[in-house]
Structure formats: structure tokens, C-alpha cells
């Protein structure tokens, strides 16, 4: 549902880098980034560490949910599933097979703005994980058996997501938060487009996307970078340059919202109220102090809105919401911050967005107390320190940074820009970004409860 652009959560192995956050917010010891281009167009990174002798390496694609036609939701998350799937000289299932054999990890995923895929394994397999990645980069086949099979899984998986009140919920806000820009829609994608998505409609997006002049290399481990040149010359050199890449969402940008928008939908298992507001690109500087006001509203036991709206009232000994929050969705291009009340009595809906509102508009008027700033900015540290101490993770960093901003080590920088964030910045955001006629309200009644 939410990607927040600094609190990184990920699994791997641990980095020799041993990262220290100061009191001023100071990050020391920062690992160093090495970045160079191929012929072709294909961008690497590489970061050496001695840690473990383990590698990280990452394809990313510059390719998600709004890269699709809009009658073909879904195609981008199709490639997630038959990018293992076999290719003109890999059978299939046996990259996946090969990695884990070498006592290796394999993944992938899909988001509105990328595609990436995920090898860890020891590091002096290195050669083998490049050379597996440069042939599906170019090699995949188009079978209609096993895009039928991979079809249906994707299908099962929306179904599930449709099972998911919040999920829905969540879904349908975005519909009605973005009148123009494909962010209206997730990397899930739709059943019926996925039905009428045929072979050829799914070898166009891959021979427009998964080129080398729309990827980047990310390798992180105990490896050099000249072995990783080397390695990237070897196997993703003869692949020729791709034609420039379309972008349809540069042709669909969200207009500006100059009146509130709310819509009472059917009613759920459980009853929700999604408040949302429409938040600058990533690499807008703006967006660090917005931020620091979602985590000061919605992040944490102590935040505003789960005090106001999960804690019992003295006096009725009664609680509005069962479950409350806010999150920064943060996109390559405008994104959202969302609060949630999730509720079970049908009277309770107003008052929840009354109640968000009230919140929010208190941050407006006098801004985040020094205790609020200081537990934000310190939440975003420890989440940047932990996300430098593995491989993996180090590797999703960069690849993310890549996609939202278009250097790789700009996340590097986050936390020292976070730390700068003010009371009156977090003040003069709220005003400007999260205005009451700029809201999306979306209230979900819950279904009547059966005694």
C-alpha cells in the first residue's frame, strides 16, 4: 500500500560499514557508490564491502504500473512471473533453481514505477548472476501456455488483495484521487484487462521496456568494480541500444485539486475513512518536511491521529476507530499521504474525518512540538542506519534512488535534508499541501454486525 522514501526495511547480509547517527542527525562513515554506463545505455552501480563474501545483484527496470496502456492493467506485474520462466538458452524455473542451488535467494517486484529483480548469493558466482540477468533482459519467450498459467496467478493474487478491506478501500481511493494520472491504478492490475492482455501485447511492453538503456545494474558485495565492469562488458555489452522510451503518464498528469473530493462507497466488512492529500515528485525538497508531518500525525503509538482516534474517551469509555494512521505514498511522480480510520460502528465515520481534519489542521497552526520533531527525524534515522547494515538492502537503496530521483546515491543524503526539516517547514507544508479543499475523502460504511 505505502513506499516511504527514507524508513528501509530490508533483510540480508551485514555490511562492514558500521553507520552512526549523530545527534544533529549526521550520518558518518557513508559507503561510496561507484556508478559508470555501458555502450548501450545501461547504468551500473557498485558498492564494495568485505563483510561476508556474499554479492547483491539487482536489475532494475525503469518500468511499472504507469508505463501500461490503460486497457492493459496488469502487464507490468505479469513480467515479475515470466521473466523466470525461460528464455531462448535457460530453461524454465532453472534461473531461480541455479541460484538457490548455489545456496543463493531469488525475487522480484512490481510498483507504479519500477520493475526490479533480486539475486543474492556468493559472491564468486557474480559472473553467472550477470550473465543469467543479461539473457532474459533480451531473450524471454512469448509462449501462450505459460502466459495463460502466469495469468492466472496474477489473477488469484488480485482476487486475495480484493479480499482485504483496506486493500480495497485503499484501491478505490486512488480511483478517485487521481482523475488523469495511471497512479489511479496499482501494479496489481485488473482482471479484465489481464483477460484481454494478449502475447503480443506483452512482447511490445518488453521490447520497450526491458532494454538496457532503461535498466540499471546494482551490485553490491564483496566484489570490485572492475569485476563487475568486466562482468557487465562480457554479458550485457552486445546488447544493442533500445529505442527511446515511451512514457504515457508525461501525457497524463494529475491536473491541480481546488475542491475537496468524497465519496461514500459500498459498504465493506469494516468500516474505513481514507483522507488524502497530493504530495510533490520525490525529488521535490518539499518533500522531506511532509514527511516528517505524516510521521508526526500517523507513525507510532504516540502520534496524533492513533492518540485521537484509538484511544479510549475517559468518559464514554469509547474509541472512534479501531485502527488509525497516515502514510507518505512517495512516486518518481506526484504521490499521495493518506490517513486511515478503520471503524465498526456506522455512526463513527463522520467523526473520524472530522477528527483527521481537526488534527491536521492543528499541525497547521502551530506546527510539531520540539518532542514531535526530534522523535520523527530520530524515527527516519534508525530506519536509513538498519537499512546500511545489509547487501540486499543496501542494493533495494539504491536501485529505489535510481527510480524516484535519478542518482543512485541520493538517498545517501536524506537523512542530513530531513534534519534541516523545521517546526515552521512542517507548519508551512501542512498549509500549503494538505489544505481542506485539496482533500480526498473516501468513507467505506461497515456492513451491518450480526449479534
Do not use: C
Not at 530521483?405 to 535534508?417: E, I, M, R, Y
Request: aromatic share 6%; glycine share 6%; proline share 6%.
Amino acid at each position: 500500500m505505502h513506499v516511504r522514501l527514507l524508513a528501509l526495511a530490508f533483510a540480508g547480509t551485514t555490511l562492514v560499514v558500521a553507520p552512526i547517527a549523530h545527534a544533529k542527525g549526521t550520518i558518518a562513515n557513508l559507503p561510496t557508490i561507484e556508478t559508470f554506463t555501458l555502450a548501450n545505455g545501461l547504468s551500473v552501480a557498485v558498492l564494495h564491502t568485505d563483510a561476508a563474501p556474499v554479492v547483491a545483484v539487482q536489475v532494475w527496470y525503469h518500468a511499472g504500473s504507469k508505463d501500461e496502456p490503460r486497457d492493459r492493467r496488469g502487464s507490468a506485474h505479469m513480467f515479475e512471473h515470466m521473466m523466470f520462466k525461460g528464455t531462448a538458452h535457460v530453461r524454465a524455473e532453472f534461473h531461480a533453481q541455479s541460484i538457490n542451488g548455489l545456496g543463493g535467494y531469488v525475487n522480484a517486484a512490481t510498483d507504479e514505477d519500477a520493475t526490479h529483480y533480486i539475486n543474492t548469493l556468493p559472491a564468486e558466482h557474480l559472473d553467472y548472476a550477470i550473465e543469467l540477468e543479461a539473457e532474459r533482459m533480451r531473450n524471454l519467450l512469448f509462449r501462450k501456455p505459460m502466459i495463460d498459467v502466469e495469468r492466472e496467478v496474477v489473477k488469484e493474487e488480485i482476487r486475495r488483495q480484493e479480499n482485504s478491506p483496506i486493500t480495497k478501500g485503499f484501491l478505490r481511493f486512488l480511483g478517485v484521487a487521481f482523475t488523469k494520472h495511471p497512479y489511479a491504478w496499482t501494479a496489481g492490475g485488473t482482471i479484465s484487462d489481464l483477460d484481454a492482455t494478449t502475447p503480443d501485447d506483452l512482447k511490445k511492453f518488453y521490447d520497450a521496456y526491458y532494454q538496457p538503456n532503461n535498466a540499471m545494474l546494482v551490485v553490491v558485495g564483496k566484489v570490485t568494480a572492475a569485476q563487475v565492469k568486466a562482468a557487465a562488458e562480457k554479458w550485457f555489452g552486445p546488447i544493442p541500444k533500445g529505442a527511446d522510451v515511451p512514457r504515457p503518464s508525461k501525457d497524463a498528469q494529475e491536473p491541480a485539486q481546488t475542491q475537496k473530493r468524497k465519496e461514500l462507497a459500498q459498504p465493506n466488512q469494516i468500516g474505513l475513512v481514507l483522507v488524502g492529500f497530493h504530495l510533490p515528485a520525490a525529488r521535490d525538497p518539499e518533500i522531506y518536511a511532509l514527511q516528517v508531518a505524516s510521521i508526526v500525525l500517523g507513525t507510532g503509538d504516540s502520534s496524533r491521529l492513533k492518540q485521537r482516534l484509538e484511544r479510549e474517551d475517559p468518559k464514554t469509555k469509547v474509541r472512534l476507530a479501531v485502527q488509525a494512521g497516515m502514510e507518505s505514498v512517495v512516486r518518481e511522480e506526484p504521490g499521495l499521504t493518506v490517513a486511515l480510520g478503520a471503524f465498526f460502528d456506522p455512526a463513527a465515520g463522520d467523526k473520524i474525518e472530522a477528527a483527521i481534519q481537526d488534527e491536521i489542521e492543528k499541525l497547521a497552526k502551530t506546527g510539531p512540538s520540539a518532542d514531535e520533531l526530534r522523535k520523527a527525524k530520530n524515527q527516519v534515522q534508525s530506519g536509513f542506519v538498519f537499512s546500511l547494515e545489509n547487501a540486499q538492502g543496501l542494493a533495494e537503496a539504491i536501485g529505489r534512488s535510481w527510480i524516484l530521483t535519478g542518482n543512485p546515491s541520493a538517498f545517501l543524503g536524506d537523512v542530513d535534508q530531513i534534519e534541516k526539516v523545521t517546526s515552521a517547514d512542517v507548519q508551512r507544508v501542512v498549509k500549503a499541501y494538505l489544505a481542506p479543499d485539496k482533500a480526498t475523502v473516501v468513507v467505506i460504511p461497515p456492513k451491518p454486525r450480526t449479534p
